[in-house]
Structure formats: C-alpha cells, structure tokens
C-alpha cells in the first residue's frame, strides 16, 4: 500500500474557516512534502518539511510533522473558495531513490 | 520563467496503439519525472530521469518507457495500450534530484484508450 494516506479522505468547511488535513506514513522519512491538485490539472508544490524539523509556515499554511507518530498535518486557516481542491502528501519513505504520493483530501470550501 | 510544458494535452487511442508524450522542463532543472494519476490507483510514480540517466522506475510493465534527452527534455512512450492505461499523465521537473527538491508539475497530458 502507499506511503501516505491522506485523512480525511473529503472535507467541507465554510469560506472563513479552518482547514486541517493530516497525512500518516509507515516507514522513516528524510522528508515530507504537501501538493495542492486543483481538479484534473496539475500538482501545485505548497511547503516540504524536512525530518528535522517540527513546524513550518507559508502565509496562511501551516505544517507540522510528528516523525514519533510519523503524521503531518496541514492547516489552511481563514480558508477561501480558491482553496477548494485536492491536497496530497509526499514521503520518501527514507530512500532517496523513493516517493509516494498519499490518496489524498478533497477539500471543498463553500462561499 | 516558463514553467513544465507538456504535449499534447489530450489523447485519445485505441487498443493495441502506442503513444509518446512530451515534457519540457523548467529551464535549467535536470531532472524529469512521470506520474500516472487514476481515479482508482491515485499518483503513482513511473520513471524519474537525471541529466539523460533513469534514475529510478516504478512498479510498471516494460510497455511504459521513457527518455531523456541532453537538453533534458522528456518523452515517455507506451506501447500496446490497454484500457486502464487511460490516465492523466503528469511529468514534473526540478533542478536536483525529485526527493530533495521542489517539483514542479506541468499541466498533464489526458489519455483515453478506447
């Protein structure tokens, strides 16, 4: 099965609200990282956060990586109707020569 | 700068056909993957070249191929198409290898095998 899997699989929120989706993996990571897809184009790159490190921020996102519980989450805050979308996580698995993409959360964010 | 161009955008083969996409990378970065992204599957990793070399393949039949050239451009052929190799076909490029570095992802080729 994959590295990532993404919870929880869909997500409606009114425009305003705060978005939370996490991703958990199985295996050691050198890092992780969080695309956005909006839908049937191509994957947007929004943050990587390195093993090492716990927290990172990007405007209105926010991640946090728990290498203990091997879980991330992201935080979308004072989401917006553009922020409707699928987002996917990204994990090495602890090789470099390996990348999998998570199933993914569809986020839909209401006016 | 222009981002990942990838041609065409839309396919549509039958059975048996074969197929080459096209991806032009982000000037400067050397390396090229390939994605298949189905409803049912998710992304799932194909090839990722590096400076014209494969670097590493995914868990796909020996019908799915690609190349790099020297000006680091992609192709990835498939041969005898089948039904579920319909699929968007997204190929992303980043200066360093993918693992370590922010891809960027073109648009998507969309191929329908009837």
């Known amino acids: 099965s994959q590295q990532g899997e993404e919870d929880p699989q869909a997500l409606s929120i009114q425009e305003g609200e705060n978005a939370t989706m996490n991703c958990s993996y199985k295996?050691?990571?050198?890092?992780l990282q969080w695309y956005r897809q909006n839908s049937g184009r191509g994957l947007v790159h929004l943050i990587l956060?390195?093993?090492?490190?716990r927290e990172k921020h990007s405007g209105r996102l926010r991640v946090t990586l728990d290498t203990s519980k091997k879980s991330s989450s992201l935080l979308i805050t004072a989401s917006r109707a553009a922020d409707t979308a699928s987002y996917f996580c990204a994990t090495d698995a602890g090789n470099f020569n390996k990348f999998y993409f998570g199933s993914g959360t569809k986020l839909n964010v209401k006016p | 700068k222009a981002g990942v161009t990838q041609t065409p955008r839309y396919l549509i083969k039958t059975r048996g056909q074969q197929v080459t996409l096209s991806c032009s990378p982000i000037?400067?970065?050397?390396?090229v993957s390939w994605y298949q992204q189905t409803p049912g599957q998710g992304l799932q990793f194909l090839f990722e070249?590096?400076?014209?070399?494969?670097?590493n393949k995914g868990n796909f039949p020996g019908r799915f191929s690609g190349r790099q050239f020297s000006n680091s451009r992609s192709e990835m052929n498939v041969s005898t198409l089948e039904l579920g190799d319909s699929a968007l076909y997204l190929c992303a490029s980043s200066k360093l290898p993918r693992q370590t570095d922010t891809q960027y992802f073109g648009p998507g080729t969309r191929l329908t095998v009837l």
């Open positions: 070249y590096f400076s014209e070399t494969q670097r």
């Open positions: 295996t050691s990571i050198n890092n």
């Open positions: 956060i390195r093993s090492n490190e």
């Open positions: 000037s400067g970065h050397r390396s």
